[in-house]
Every structure is written in structure tokens, then in C-alpha cells.
């Protein structure tokens, strides 16, 4: 009698935490897929599958990836900050962010560094006051904000 084949292995929710981690940890570095991929000698498509955990990314290549990305393999399975939506890599997530301050650590000036910081700020605030209907004159969305 022949025995059944056992199933592929399949994914987990942990295999997909992997991923997203890998992803973020590779735009955070400013490494395109493919860059990571030609480094770890696997195509793009591979490194595709990793970061949306469709395959299953194995401990010897999971140690060339930390390696490539300057992290520990820890740092690929710790968990999400309760506070994620406040900070955190939930927040880097947001489109934009990680060039934000790619560019806001360049600027050498700490007048200028604090300057951009309150242009920031106010266009929140801004931004914000508009989701809710309310009309803002930019020149006094700071005066009328406490805490600025």
C-alpha cells in the first residue's frame, strides 16, 4: 500500500511577519528588491515571494539577508509595538516616511532641522483641520494649536 504524499509546506502567519520585516527593513535601507536579491544570489521574483510570504524563507538565506541588512536575525520575529498606528514600523510604513527623514537627516542646520519640524507640524495640523470641514489660515494654525 502507498503511503500519501505528505502536503507542501505551507505558509504561516509567521512566514508573512518575516516578509513584511524583510520588506521594511530592505526599503529602510534603500535597497531595491532587486539589489537585495543580486546580493543574496536569487532573482527579484524570489525576494518577492519572500517579502509577501509566499515562500518560506530558510535560516541559512535568513542569516545572508540580516547580514545584507546590517540587522540581527532577531530582529526578523520581535513583535510590533502595541502602539504600532503611533509609532513605530507601522508608521515608517506610511508612504513617504522613510524618504521624510532620509532627507531631515541630511540637513546639517539644527535651526533649519527644528524650521522643517514646525513646517511639518503645521501642515498636519493643517491637513487635519480640513478632514474635519473646518477651514485654517496657515498663518495662524500655529498660534491657535497649544503646545507649539
Not at 521624510?100 to 540637513?107: H, P, S
Request: hydrophobic share 40%.
Amino acid at each position: 500500500m502507498a503511503k500519501p504524499s505528505p502536503k507542501p509546506k505551507q505558509t504561516t502567519a509567521i512566514d508573512h511577519g518575516v516578509g513584511s520585516r524583510i520588506a521594511f527593513l530592505r526599503a529602510a535601507n534603500g535597497l531595491s528588491q532587486s539589489a537585495l536579491a543580486s546580493a543574496l544570489g536569487v532573482s527579484f521574483q524570489q525576494v518577492q515571494k519572500y517579502e509577501t510570504g509566499k515562500n518560506r524563507v530558510g535560516a541559512g538565506r535568513l542569516q545572508a539577508i540580516a547580514e545584507r541588512l546590517g540587522v540581527p536575525v532577531s530582529s526578523f520575529f520581535e513583535p510590533e509595538p502595541e502602539s504600532a498606528t503611533e509609532n513605530g514600523p507601522s508608521l515608517l510604513r506610511v508612504s513617504g516616511a522613510v524618504e521624510l527623514l532620509r532627507a531631515y537627516n541630511q540637513i546639517a542646520d539644527d535651526q533649519m532641522r527644528r524650521d522643517v519640524l514646525s513646517l511639518v507640524k503645521s501642515a498636519a495640523r493643517v491637513g487635519q483641520h480640513r478632514a474635519a470641514g473646518a477651514t485654517v489660515d496657515p498663518g495662524t494654525a500655529d498660534a491657535a494649536t497649544p503646545g507649539n
